[in-house]
């Protein structure tokens, strides 16, 4: 089974090419978030009172997952989700996801140099049954199928950073605006979903403001 952080750069490279089709930004903060949204579906954290709080501290058996979960219940203080989306994303966790996706057959691994100089990976998809799985779940719901919580925090962290317009170009914004909205869920999963989606937002901004400053 992937996780939603697997699911969202599966979605967001280029299948044939293995050349990533969004921003680096915007992507590594979405998977930073989607970390936060799956321990909170799995019951492990909570994120509705504006701060991320360790509920459960038993493992889920995923490394990543287990590592972020380690890592909050560690922290000496409560602190915000979009400061946990910042501290994940910048800590290597892109290239750590698309290798263990190369590991497990996945993904191929295909290094190059551009110019005979500068190194390069790509990642092409070599088992492409596995995104046509998640293409066809997330495809259904923002057609109209009900959501499941795992398929509505995918598309609202997609949505945070933009990367629904690249993976589902056509979809309907008003859908995917309900879907994000949570009017379809319980309060908890609906307050869930908003501060993963604020979080993305927020960290996206602030990279953003910070790589400007720093060109200023």
Known sequence: MTTIAEEILLLAYDEAEGRQLIGSTELDAALGGSLLAELAVSGRIDLTNKKVAVLDPTPLGERELDATLALIAAETRQRKPDWWVRKLYSSGLR????????????LDERRRKILGIFPSTRY???????????????????????????????IAVLHAAKIDRKAFPGADKARIKEITEGSWAAD???????????????AVVAASVAATAGTG
């Open 95 to 106: 290239r750590r996801l698309l290798s263990g996706l190369a590991e497990r057959g996945v």
């Open 124 to 154: 092409p998809e070599r088992d492409p049954q596995i995104e046509q799985e998640i293409r066809e779940r997330i495809g259904g719901v923002l057609t109209g199928a009900e959501p499941d919580e795992r398929s509505a925090v995918l």
């Open 188 to 202: 908890a999963v609906a307050k869930s979903i908003a501060a993963v989606n604020a979080a993305v937002v927020g």
